[in-house]
């Protein structure tokens, strides 16, 4: 929903510069038609436009409490223009070479379409629910952890087996992180993050009315896989709106939110299982509550963070403003998801054979995941009163 609204707010901004640029060049036309025959000299006016062939960012208005959007120049004047264009008419429209492309890319550090350039106000509360997000999704890893032994007892197989649904989770979550960076670099992060939280709530709904116990090893792998884009990119989502230095306050507070979460559902789902009156699917039904609740949150004000992609939205809207079809962005020129995910699978052996700093920390993590996902399955065999 909020990027839907940013999407629509970008096309009245482009329509609202496009018009002030257009109402601007036919004033420096007017102006530049008085001229003194006498002394020979043009009366200049007090605003001055581009040439018929660039679209320059002097025909903004400064002082507008709105930030014009504007397009990096490749060719034509050098005038602080922001479009790169090859030849048009005089009027703006589509000349007779159609090959000719007007790139839209950033206009730099001071872009406002930039969102690390928003203000940080406005970041801090995507990060806020991007972190319930991701709370939400770890939380299905561990909340069952407690049941281990009532689960095993309604579908009759041993304690040891029912360990496998927890490692079908985290199985999911890897194989599923392969692939969501490619998605999301492709249709967007916002796209990526709300269908996979879709799909990932019916699973957890699955999971709690699932009465055999391959159906839950099933479920498990599938919370995992669809977890795996909100646990897998909110890295990427926090370097999309952060530059270098700030990005270190930043992630701690996203390690926190991807930490937290299976280290509290133990104690929530001890709790619950132990009640007779709950019972372990209700493990199930909590969890599928938080992630419903993170859910809407995130799709009520979760903005699309991707620069590419919003340029890419510029230029459909300068498509559709001005009538010309040569306003292109790069993202637009990148290869289909196939060919980026064909180009992003081997990278995973090549780091682990190549970088030594890869293999260290790689082993480290699973060495962690190890620890932290035995330790839940052994609490119950540790604590429980004999």
């Known amino acids: 929903m909020w990027s839907l609204i940013q999407y629509r707010r970008l096309g009245k901004q482009v329509e609202r510069d ?25 009366v200049k006016s007090p605003r001055t436009a581009s040439s018929p062939s660039t679209l320059s960012t002097d025909h903004f ?36 070479n159609d090959n000719d492309k007007i790139l839209v890319e950033s206009e730099g550090e001071s872009d406002p379409l930039d969102p690390r350039n928003w203000s940080l106000r406005s970041r801090s509360i995507n990060i806020a629910v991007l972190s319930f997000l991701i709370f939400a999704q770890g939380w299905a890893g561990a909340a069952d952890s407690m049941a281990n032994e009532s689960i095993s007892k309604e579908f009759h197989v041993s304690a040891v087996a029912e360990n496998l649904s927890q490692s079908m989770y985290l199985f999911g979550i ?19 993050y709300l269908v996979s939280s879709l799909c990932y709530m019916f699973v957890v709904l699955g999971s709690a009315l699932v009465h055999s116990f391959g159906g839950q090893v099933v479920c498990r792998y599938f919370v995992g896989l669809f977890a795996s884009a909100t646990l897998g990119i909110n890295g990427a989502s926090v370097g999309d709106q ?46 599928l ?98």
């Open 242 to 287: 952060f530059r270098a230095v700030k990005r270190s306050f930043v992630f701690p507070v996203i390690a926190w939110a991807n930490v937290a979460a299976p280290m509290m559902a133990p104690v929530a789902g001890g709790w619950i299982t132990s009640d007779p009156k709950l019972g372990w699917r209700w493990c199930e039904w909590i969890t």
């Open 18 to 42: 496009w018009n002030r640029r257009h109402n601007g060049k036919e004033f420096a036309e007017d102006a530049d038609a008085n001229v003194d025959v006498e002394a020979g000299n043009r």
């Open 61 to 96: 208005d400064h002082s507008s409490d709105q930030t014009p959007i504007g397009e990096k120049e490749h060719q034509g004047s050098n005038q602080g223009d922001h479009v790169s264009e090859k030849s048009s008419t005089a009027d703006g429209s589509r000349s007779g």
């Open 174 to 192: 890897g194989s599923g992180c392969l692939f969501v960076g490619p998605l999301s670099e492709t249709v967007g992060r916002n796209p990526t």
């Open 289 to 386: 509550i938080i992630s419903a609740a993170a859910f809407i949150v995130a799709f009520l004000f979760l903005p699309e963070t991707y620069l590419p992609v919003l340029l890419d939205w510029k230029a459909k809207h300068l498509r559709r403003v001005t009538g010309d079809d040569r306003y292109q962005s790069k993202h637009a020129e990148i290869p289909s998801l196939a060919k980026r995910v064909k180009q992003v699978l081997p990278m995973s052996v090549t780091f682990c054979t190549t970088e030594p700093v890869i293999v260290v920390l790689g082993a480290f993590l699973v060495l962690l995941y190890i620890l932290m996902y035995s330790f839940l399955s052994g609490f119950e065999y540790i604590f429980k009163k004999r």
